[in-house]
């Protein structure tokens, strides 16, 4: 199978700073690495993704990179803002296989 | 339409009634998703449709009865549920066998007493 880590559990960062969450995964064929975030009581949204043939992707605030060889991706919030405040979730997928293997979230809270 | 609609959002049911959750997309979709979700935990899968097949049942017990009238909608049948299935269950769908273009439903809030 495959085993997705997460880290931290929570994190508390000031208005205006960066916050970075990484993930690692278990199985070197995961090719497809979306990022979801879920606020209080609302469905996961998917907020940049990124595969495998890629290093890193940017989206304004947000960026995701990825290390096949160590096999670790993290996402990068630039500027954060209050409303950047949720949970947040990264995920694993293999190839013609539609099944997500979700870290077990991150609590982002943003300090005004 | 982009979105993937379940009703109702909110469900109280007792531990002898029997309810549907239902889930609809007209994306053209041809995969779909039944999740649970526990507070503060991540999503976990239950049921996967492929064109109109099931094809992944991750080992729910069967008071949980999945159903894929058409490739539009999905049912989740439910029967002699217990306190603890309280949680929301997701709906989510995606264009093929791939979890590329994948998009969530809103979910529905369900509590059993």
């Known amino acids: 199978g495959e085993n997705v880590e997460q880290h931290p559990s929570t994190l508390s960062v000031q208005e205006g700073d960066s916050a970075v969450i990484k993930c690692t995964y278990s199985d070197s064929a995961s090719n497809y690495f979306p990022w979801y975030k879920q606020e209080l009581g609302k469905r996961p949204q998917l907020i940049i993704d990124i595969r495998s043939n890629v290093g890193e992707k940017k989206d304004q605030r947000i960026a995701v990179t990825l290390n096949k060889t160590a096999k670790h991706f993290s996402l990068h919030i630039t500027e954060t803002q209050p409303e950047d405040s949720a949970v947040y979730f990264c995920a694993a997928s293999k190839p013609n296989f539609n099944k997500f293997y979700f870290g077990s979230g991150t609590k982002l809270n943003v300090k005004p | 339409d982009t979105e993937v609609t379940q009703t109702p959002k909110h469900l109280v049911m007792g531990m002898t009634n029997k309810k549907s959750l239902k889930c609809e997309q007209h994306m053209g979709h041809r995969a779909m998703y039944w999740y649970k979700q526990k507070a503060k935990k991540p999503p976990e899968l239950m049921f996967v449709y492929s064109y109109e097949k099931l094809s992944i049942n991750e080992s729910v017990p069967s008071r949980f009865s999945p159903e894929c009238p058409n490739s539009s909608l999905l049912n989740l049948h439910l029967h002699a549920l217990q306190p603890e299935d309280s949680a929301l269950y997701l709906c989510?769908?995606?264009?093929?066998?791939?979890?590329?273009?994948?998009?969530f439903g809103s979910g529905t809030r369900l509590t059993v007493v």
């Open positions: 989510a769908s995606s264009q093929d066998n791939r979890v590329y273009g994948y998009t």
